[in-house]
């Protein structure tokens, strides 16, 4: 029963998802390949290969894929499927996964399984459900099984071993899409998904200006990563890519202290997986508390600071 967890990286190196997703597939109890698709991607194979559970590491480094579009990747992927015999295939349930397998699901005529959290046996998985308000446990009859992983719900492969590299050879470029540019934000902080705590503003930081100053002497303190709710988002206090949430990132970090938000049910859906979760904000019947491991009924403006000067 072999297995086919698909890479996220850069090119240079793994990104942690990926990590996270050959756990999850080592549940299955096959015998493990990554597919690293790329361009001068020589790097990423190599992490791929030091992964404890590795069988084999799978590389098709060409220009068609230097910016790993779905289109092209989804043909590869489809040839190496049915060429390697693979009865499972997983991506880490993030925008790179979710915007690949859906198309190798569709070219393969079987239903994907999103975002699962356990794997019960080699055709049953869980997976939440209503914002992860109720799990759900799902048995697939299909041939293939096309999965998405929610990396939160999975520990990230240690190093240790020493998997084989081959090359596999490239298709064409299909042409369908180019890319025409990349805005990103670019941060000293962790990035968002893999940090170890987080610092998280709401609406009630009331503007931008304030999300900053009030917010990030906290983070600077602590060494965490920034996020924020849909609705400091959708107010223009922050880049989307803050966004906690349903639609934004799920994180599940050590230490999550939620500045200034009410704790909305989509918002709670990308961080009640948290270890420590800390809530600060002034409404005392506010949902946050409900989720929250310790919570302070307070002004953030004037509890803020005097955290910040305690630390």
């Known amino acids: 029963m072999p297995i086919l967890v698909i890479a996220e990286h850069d090119n240079g190196s793994l990104k942690a998802a990926t990590l996270n997703t050959v756990s999850a597939a080592a549940k299955l109890g096959g015998d493990i390949d990554v597919l690293v698709a790329g361009a001068a991607c020589a790097g990423a194979a190599a992490a791929a290969a030091k992964l404890a559970g590795v069988t084999r590491v799978k590389v098709a480094d060409a220009a068609a894929y230097a910016e790993q579009g779905a289109e092209n990747l989804a043909a590869l992927l489809v040839d190496a499927i049915k060429a390697g015999g693979y009865s499972h295939v997983l991506a880490p349930a993030t925008t790179f996964g979710k915007n690949v397998l859906p198309r190798v699901a569709a070219l393969l005529d079987v239903a994907q399984i999103s975002d699962i959290v356990a794997v019960e046996s080699a055709d049953t998985f869980v997976r939440p459900i209503y914002a992860g308000n109720a799990l759900a446990t799902v048995k697939s009859s299909d041939a293939i099984k096309i999965i998405t992983v929610r990396t939160t719900a999975f520990d990230a492969a240690a190093e240790g071993g020493a998997a084989p590299v081959e090359a596999l050879a490239a298709g064409a470029d299909l042409g369908q899409s180019k890319l025409v540019g990349r805005e990103l934000t670019k941060s000293a902080r962790p990035e968002l998904g893999a940090a170890k705590i987080i610092v998280s503003g709401g609406r009630g930081l009331g503007n931008g200006d304030n999300y900053r100053s009030v917010l990030e002497p906290l983070a600077d303190k602590l060494g965490a990563a920034m996020g924020a709710s849909r609705a400091a988002v959708d107010a ?13 990132k799920i994180v599940a970090p050590q230490l999550y202290l939620a500045v200034g938000i009410s704790g909305a049910i989509q918002h709670l859906a990308g961080m009640k997986d948290s270890k420590v979760i800390v809530a600060i ?6 949902p ?3 989720v929250a491991d310790y919570g302070l009924v307070a002004d953030l403006f004037e509890a803020v600071p005097q955290l910040v000067a305690a630390l």
Not at 236 to 248: A, E, I, K
Not at 281 to 286: G, I, L, Q, T, Y
Request: charged content about 20%.
């Open 288 to 290: 946050i508390f409900q």
């Open 236 to 248: 223009g206090f922050v880049p989307n890519d803050y966004q906690v949430g349903q639609t934004g």
């Open 281 to 286: 904000n002034k409404d005392p019947e506010a």
